[in-house]
């Protein structure tokens, strides 16, 4: 783990050094004399955990670690007792009082380490599978349509045909096509005209103003072929 001092006493500091380097598992960045010290080493330096004083002039250790919006594991060190509460309500892990003998020392740092190793193992959350599919309103209930079964989309005025390759009845539902557009835009499909929408990957043939999904030919609007043509060098896209 890497770690900090902040102690305004050179004694202390030495101290505390001599302590962090008999734990292994330790690597001291840096030795600070106050909380400004401290502020420069957590903005240049990743820290694992703060060896942190109390009492300090201009800013304690407490008032630090208060404005601290995301404070790495503190373990507090003061010549008193009676900020001990106050230091557990700050969440932290452990309160040693001075002089620290080594044995008191190391137990603060196991718990500590105890701590990290959790944090380390913990699963980290990742981003949310899309679906592959969604729903639509159709007459007085809702049909699920898999994105990978649509051949393409027409639109007509407020109403749009989702043409799927599992059934030869397309499914009609109350829909612009534009709003269509943008939930599956993500998903490679290219608006060729201004009443259709196709998969990019069930384009077969494209010739002149036409398009084909097998063998099915659409129109291709003047105003798309850009996008189009783009697509089809680049299919990644």
Known sequence: MNCIIVDDEKLARDLMEDNIR??????????????LEAAGALHTEHVDLIFLDVQ????NGLDFLRSLPNPPMVILVSAYDSYALKGFDLNVVDYLVKPVSFE???????RAQELFALKQAAPTKSAPAQS??????VEYGSVKVAFQDILYVEGMKDYIKIYVASSAKPVTTRMTIKDLEKKLSSRGFIRIHKSFLVP????????????????????????YKEDLNRILKNPTL
């Open 200 to 223: 990019v990957g069930r384009i077969t043939r494209v010739q002149r103003d036409l398009l084909y999904v097998g063998s099915k030919e659409l129109p291709v609007g003047e105003s």
């Open 56 to 59: 300090m002039p201009e800013l």
């Open 22 to 35: 008999r734990v292994p598992y330790l690597q001291l960045q840096h030795t600070c004399k106050n909380a």
């Open 132 to 137: 592959d599919f969604f729903f639509v309103s």
């Open 104 to 110: 008191r020392f190391l137990t603060a740092c196991n």
